[in-house]
């Protein structure tokens, strides 16, 4: 259902390596001390397999599915507060990133869309603590939608959650074939790198979408009321 009212413009954040540094070998071998299994035999029961891709695309029901389906492919128990303490600990907020977002407020709606499963976005207030006053109610995985990145659904289904039009929209992503599928149904996507300043990013798009408005009211004609002589 479309929230109301409608954004005049919305700004779309991916999270890990964009708004957070996402340490990926720490998370890795915090798995490996939990479980037992090396990286390799992590990767094949879990990664490999396709399971993550699934979650990410809203395969599981909700937070508790997901967990239930992770401990069967380890074949061990793993307590959630564990899962959650070891993807955390892969996880360094960006403050330069996230004052992006905080300029991006005041333009309009900010959101997150990051390639997360249901229990990830259970914990993301908790991983990274700046987000939730930023966000509000909108810290969005990809399982939301039923899709994930870079399927052009995901990005539809987005905007139809928030009621944006595509070219009222921003996107920022550290992957480029996420970026493609946000431009190719109209979005105004920007690829993030180390260097990348999102702050002049996003305060570039806001001056194109000013600009533009601008110009349209500049040329709307005016009516003249004028009386015609008998």
Known sequence: MNETPAPRLLFLFDMDDVL??????????????????????????????????????????????YLAAFQQAMGCDVPESEWARVRGAAMTELPERIEAVRIASEH?????????GPLAGRWIATWAPSLPPLFGDHLDTSSDFGARKPEPEVFLRALEHHGARPEDTF????????????????????????DTDLREAVRAFVATKDDREARLTSSTPTSSAGSVGA
């Open 20 to 65: 957070v540094r996402y340490d990926w070998q720490t998370r890795m071998a915090g798995l490996t001390a939990i479980t037992g299994h090396d990286l390799g035999e992590l990767r094949r029961r879990w990664w490999r397999s396709g399971n993550e891709q699934r979650a990410e695309a809203g395969h599981f029901a909700d937070a508790d599915a």
């Open 108 to 116: 309009g709606r900010v959101a997150l869309l990051t390639n997360n």
């Open 171 to 194: 996107f920022a992503d550290d992957m480029p074939e996420n970026v493609a599928g946000a431009r190719s149904v109209g979005i105004h996507a920007v690829l993030v790198e180390q």
